[in-house]
């Protein structure tokens, strides 16, 4: 059975620290891909990123990198130099699949608040 | 243009009302969805359409009653609802079968409140 946990349930910073949310994922599949989602106050979850099992490159965007262990079975985000406008809900989620199923698995996602 | 647009943002009707969501894409996607947000927890799938057609169906209730008129767009119509259906309902689409598959674009949802 597919489980994502995000132990981390709400995590506060200061700006301009930096901040990592831990995603660990468990499945049987040997395709699967795994997303970040952010969901701000307004509600609407903005895709980040998606990473397919064989792709194990860590990925740095800007302020954000993505830490993929298929050893740990985990998935970590960090954002550096954290900012207020990061403040949001993010969710990790995974999807079984070679083609990629349309079911996400969600976590129950971490609530980040950067204060200024 | 990843952009989904839900309509209305915030809807409140009785439990004997009938009201309709609606979502719409121009992207080109032929998988559609729907799911349900309640505070503080994960969004939870409800429906999905594959090129028009209910591909799945998570035992959702009959008082939510999904519609795929066409390609772009995806109804959700709401009939004698109970106060516990009030939460935040979210579209969501992507392409189907063909890359980048499988990345849901959402839209902002609609707050739904059943008094």
């Known amino acids: 059975a597919q489980k994502v946990t995000q132990a981390q349930t709400e995590i506060s910073v200061v700006e301009k620290e930096d901040v990592t949310l831990d995603c660990v994922y468990e499945t049987r599949d040997t395709t699967y891909y795994l997303f970040w989602y952010k969901q701000p106050p307004s509600g609407e979850l903005v895709f980040l990123i998606r990473?397919?099992?064989?792709?194990?490159q860590n990925e740095i965007s800007g302020r954000y990198s993505w830490n993929f262990q298929k050893s740990t079975s985990s998935f970590n985000f960090t954002i550096t130099a954290s900012q207020v406008v990061d403040s949001a809900v993010y969710f990790c989620?995974?999807?079984?699949?070679?083609?990629?199923?349309?079911?996400?698995?969600f976590g129950k996602g971490t609530k980040l608040t950067v204060n200024p | 243009d990843t952009e989904v647009t839900q309509t209305p943002k915030h809807l409140v009707m009785g439990m004997t009302n009938k009201k309709s969501l609606k979502c719409e894409q121009h992207?080109?996607?032929?998988?559609m969805y729907w799911y349900k947000q309640k505070a503080k927890k994960p969004p939870e799938l409800m429906f999905v359409y594959s090129y028009e057609k209910l591909s799945i169906n998570e035992s959702v209730p009959s008082r939510f009653s999904p519609e795929c008129p066409n390609s772009s767009l995806l109804n959700l119509h709401l009939h004698a609802l109970q106060p516990e259906d009030s939460a935040l309902y979210l579209c969501a689409s992507s392409q189907y079968q063909r890359p980048p598959y499988n990345i849901q674009y959402f839209g902002a949802g609609t707050r739904l409140s059943v008094l």
């Open positions: 992207m080109g996607h032929r998988a």
């Open positions: 989620a995974l999807s079984e699949g070679q083609g990629g199923s349309e079911k996400l698995v």
């Open positions: 990473r397919n099992s064989f792709d194990e």
